[in-house]
């Protein structure tokens, strides 16, 4: 049974910094891809950044520059470390292992519990 475990959430001001984990346990072969999405009260769950088995990364654009993904894979653990975090960044962070779905795309098929971000200003 897969499991993923997100930590490192938690309150910090405008300007501050975060380290988010999540842990994959339990996962039969290797992801094609693993990512970071946030979600608001109301709002759609959001692409935050995403980091392939190969390391290429993607950032949305409101994090470039900020924020920087990566992972240990003999760990089984992916990362975001989030650097001068704003008031926007606030929301709940999910961890996503991708997969390789029945019609051959890498899809995200397993998600964490989710980790609670506060930037206050």
């Known amino acids: 049974q897969v499991q993923q475990v997100e930590f490192g959430g938690g309150s910090v001001q405008a300007g501050g910094s975060l380290l988010l984990s999540c842990v994959v346990t339990?996962?039969?072969?290797?992801?094609?891809?693993m990512g970071w999405y946030r979600q608001t009260p109301g709002q759609e769950r959001e692409f935050v950044s995403s980091?392939?088995?190969?390391?290429?990364?993607f950032y949305a654009d409101f994090v470039k520059g900020r924020f920087t993904i990566s992972q240990d894979n003999a760990k089984a653990t992916l990362y975001l470390q989030m650097n001068s975090l704003q008031t926007e960044d606030t929301a709940v962070y999910y961890c996503?292992?991708?997969?390789?779905?029945?019609?051959?795309?890498?899809?995200?098929?397993?998600w964490g519990q989710g980790t609670q971000v506060t930037v206050s200003s």
């Open positions: 339990g996962m039969r072969g290797s992801t094609c891809k």
């Open positions: 980091i392939s088995h190969q390391d290429t990364k």
């Open positions: 996503g292992a991708g997969t390789i779905s029945g019609d051959g795309t890498c899809t995200y098929n397993f």
